[in-house]
């Protein structure tokens, strides 16, 4: 069973920073490209980040560019997301995916993702 499972989200003040988690299992990690993408209640998907499966290669949109840094671990099978400097405009529900793409990916609809994770809150306020 494929199971992507999310933590460390919270509230953080502005200004502040989180690190994102995502386990995954089920699936050979370390040969999948993998993405954080994001939601707001009542809007659509935004891309955050893409890391290439070797973490060699990372893209980031421009909303978060120089203040989120993906990364992972294959060994742990683990992909993180280092957020800082956040805003309440990142405030968001935060799910990792495996893009049906390459490193290049940069989807924002859910069709284009094969496994999800269930999603952590991040919530930025002061």
């Known amino acids: 069973e494929v199971q992507l499972v999310e933590s460390g989200g919270g509230l953080v003040q502005p200004g502040g920073s989180l690190r994102l988690s995502c386990a995954a299992s089920?699936?050979?990690?370390?040969?999948?490209?993998m993405s954080w993408v994001r939601q707001v209640p009542g809007k659509g998907l935004e891309w955050v980040s893409t890391i290439s499966a070797a973490g060699t290669i990372t893209n980031y949109a421009d909303a978060v560019k120089g203040r989120f840094t993906i990364s992972r671990d294959n060994a742990k099978r683990t992909v993180f997301l280092q957020m800082n400097n956040l805003s309440a405009e990142d405030t968001a529900v935060y799910y990792c995916a495996r893009p049906k793409g390459d490193y290049r990916s940069r989807y924002s609809t859910r069709y284009d993702y094969d496994y999800w994770g269930q999603g952590t809150q991040v919530t930025v306020s002061s």
């Open positions: 089920g699936f050979i990690f370390s040969s999948s490209v």
